[in-house]
C-alpha cells in the first residue's frame, strides 16, 4: 500500500465488486463469494470503539434482522486487528461481522483509503463510505463521505428497495 490517496477509479452502480477476503472477528474469514445470490452491506469505518464508528455499528446491529429479512448480510471493514475487533465486538455487543484489513489492500480497491486533514495536518486514513453489492457480485448503491445519524436506516431502506 502507498501513501498517496486510493488510484483505483471510483466505483459506480453496475460495476463489478472488487473481491476480497479477510479474517473476520471471532476467527474465519468473509470472502465477496461466500454470498453469492444475497446482498451484502460493506461499510468501512475508521477506527474500532471511536465514536461515530461506535454509532455506526450499534445502528447496523440494532437493524441486523431487519437487514436479514431484507436479504442482506452486513460487513463492517476497517484496519484494526481481528483482536481489536474482538474487543470492540464484545464490548458493544456487536451483531455484524467485523473484517481486518490490516494491510489496506480491500480498502484501496474499494477507493476509501484517502488523504485527510485534521487540524491543518494532512493524513492518510479510512473514508466512511458504504457499498450495497447485488447478488451479482456488483455495486448497487455507493455512499461517500457517510454521516452516521440516518445513514442506517437510508441503507436499508436501499436494501429493501
Known sequence: MTDAASTAPELSPGDAAPAFDLPRDGGGSARLEDFAGRMIV???YPKDDTSGCTKEAL????HAEAFTAAGA???GVSKDSVAKHDKFRDKHN???AL???ENGDVCERYGVWIE???YGKKYMGIDRATFLIDGEGR???????VKVPGHVEEVLAAVRG
Not at 59 to 62: A, L, M, R, Y
Open 42 to 44: 460493506l461499510y468501512f
Open 59 to 62: 445502528g447496523f446491529t440494532e
Open 73 to 75: 448480510v452486513v460487513l
Open 94 to 96: 456487536l451483531s455484524v
Open 99 to 101: 473484517l481486518s484489513d
Open 116 to 118: 485527510k486533514s485534521m
Open 139 to 145: 455495486i448497487a448503491r455507493v455512499w461517500r463521505k
